[in-house]
């Protein structure tokens, strides 16, 4: 049985850091690109960060420069640090398996609030 | 700035069939990538419901069906049941953005 388990999320200052670990068990890890997507209370869903099988990062503007994934396959564990955290920031962050373009296995999530 | 677009909410008896519509863009569905759609139940992670605008992953029962056309894709529900209350969400992928990109959420109340 596929399984992503969260981890690391908690309250940060605005300007502050955080890292997000994630879990996997159930799949060959190392074969899968990996991504963060992250929910604002209430809001709709918000794609934050893929890797690579490879350990190639991509990120969408928002969060590029900020926010660094990656990953550590000897673990099975996927990685999210975050710096420089904004108010805006704070959501519920997920973490997903990739496949074919789409996310077919999603953690339960881990609540980051950034306040001040 | 997303560019699927989804209604904010639809409705519906129960048995009763529904649609929600998925309008992206010469970046994402119009490009060739392909649509998924995500159900979301109250206060749980979101789950895929259907990969490659019309595939069901094992386990989704038959009442939900996707299609895609051109630039738009749709996700059906037949024979509405409570258990379908939920927020929907279509995926695909712009090459503009270079990002996977959300349709903003519809969210299905049965009545």
């Known amino acids: 049985e596929v399984q992503l388990v969260e981890s690391g999320g908690g309250l940060v200052q605005p300007g502050g850091s955080l890292r997000l670990s994630c879990a996997a068990s159930?799949?060959?890890?190392?074969?899968?690109?990996m991504h963060w997507v992250r929910q604002a209370t209430g809001k709709g869903l918000e794609w934050v960060s893929a890797?690579?099988?490879?350990?190639?990062?991509y990120y969408p503007g928002s969060v590029q420069g900020r926010f660094t994934i990656s990953r550590e396959n000897a673990k099975n564990s996927l990685y999210l640090q975050m710096n420089s955290l904004r108010p805006g920031d704070t959501a519920v962050y997920y973490c997903?398996?990739?496949?074919?373009?789409?996310?077919?296995?999603w953690g339960q999530g881990a609540l980051v609030t950034v306040y001040s | 700035q997303s560019e699927l677009t989804q209604p904010p909410s639809v409705s519906g008896a129960p048995g009763q069939r529904v649609t929600i519509s998925c309008t992206g863009s010469?970046?994402?569905?119009?490009?060739?990538?392909?649509v998924h759609w995500y159900q979301q139940l109250p206060g749980t992670a979101p789950k895929l419901l259907i990969y490659?605008?019309?595939n069901r992953p094992s386990g989704v029962p038959g009442r939900f069906s996707g299609s895609k056309s051109g630039t738009s894709a749709s996700l059906a529900i037949t024979g509405l049941q409570g258990e379908d209350e939920a927020d929907y969400f279509c995926?695909?992928?712009?090459?503009?953005?270079?990002?996977?990109?959300f349709g903003g959420g519809t969210k299905l109340t049965v009545l």
């Open positions: 997903a398996r990739g496949n074919n373009w789409s996310f077919d296995y």
């Open positions: 159930g799949f060959t890890f190392s074969n899968y690109d």
């Open positions: 890797i690579g099988t490879a350990g190639d990062p």
């Open positions: 010469s970046s994402n569905i119009g490009a060739g990538y392909d």
């Open positions: 490659a605008s019309n």
């Open positions: 995926q695909s992928y712009n090459s503009g953005l270079s990002a996977w990109e």
